[in-house]
């Protein structure tokens, strides 16, 4: 009697043990998808944040480009009289209209800029030029590629960093 009292607390153990089992599975099964549901919201709203600009979003690269800003110091910048000069149309009846301004990398205008080579220089680019390779934004962009080489050609070295087009018209 005592070996079916053992036997009948061993059974009764092993069923408990069952149900606990059960009871684990069914809850881990349910637990699985609600973390993993939260993992994925979590990640998405930490990866919108950084997307937005909340979150981390390259800390150390904002902080050297405002001090490369503080560093960089604006160049002189020297405006030119208008040009008024002839386009190389065919019919020859487009004129250009254009006011720079030149841009330097130093702080201050080169000694050997001088203004009646540069305004011989681009007279001689702009009658070059015919409408349809500067009506486009694009094409604006060359001709400021162009000024810029030419002047740093002309004067034998890279002084200047930009041109600025402050008018700008064809007839």
Known sequence: MAEESAQAAAAAGDAAAATAAAAAKSGKGKLLPIVGGVVVLLGGGAGFAWWKGLLFHDAKASAKEEAKEEKAVAGAIVPLDPFIANLADEDGKRYLKATLQVEFFTGKEPEDFKLPQVRDLLLTLFS?????????????????????????????????KTVYFTEFIVQ
């Open 128 to 160: 070059s030029k015919q409408f349809a390779e500067i009506r486009t934004p694009e094409g604006k962009a060359v001709l400021r590629e162009e000024i810029i080489n030419r002047l740093n050609r002309a004067m034998h070295k890279d002084v200047v």
